[in-house]
Nanobody, 129 residues
């Protein structure tokens, strides 16, 4: 069964940076549409970034993180990253990575949350002064 494990969360001050990692143990990474999602207390889970590990298709960001966050991957390590710069208090949330093995690379998008069938346990990001 596919496994995803996030790491890299922590506490930072506003304006700080963090890099999250998502290690996949097996087939959930290769040829997949990968996404980053987050959920703040009392709020619904939202998609924030997605990309296909094939190297084709769109790389997408939500308006809330565009220009500040960068999604990337290392296929040799089966690892997805999320570089987060200029963090804001409203970025505080539990961050999850997820894998969608069904959607073609050309249609890869975090918008289709229901298509992401494999999820990690999450890593907490707290931004406070």
């Amino acid at each position: 069964q596919g496994r995803l494990e996030e790491s890299g969360g922590g506490s930072v001050q506003p304006g700080g940076s963090l890099r999250l990692s998502c290690k996949s143990s097996d087939y959930t990474y290769q040829y997949a549409c990968m996404g980053w999602f987050r959920q703040a207390p009392g709020k619904e889970r939202e998609g924030i970034a997605s990309m296909s590990t094939t190297g084709r298709g769109p790389i997408s960001y939500s308006d809330s993180v565009k220009g500040r966050f960068t999604i990337s991957g290392d296929n040799a390590k089966n690892t997805l990253y999320l570089q987060m710069n200029n963090l804001k208090i409203e970025d505080t949330a539990m961050y999850y990575c997820a894998s969608n093995m069904r959607t073609p690379a050309s249609d890869c998008s975090f918008v289709d949350q229901e298509e992401f069938r494999w999820w990690g346990q999450g890593t907490q990001v707290t931004v406070s002064s």
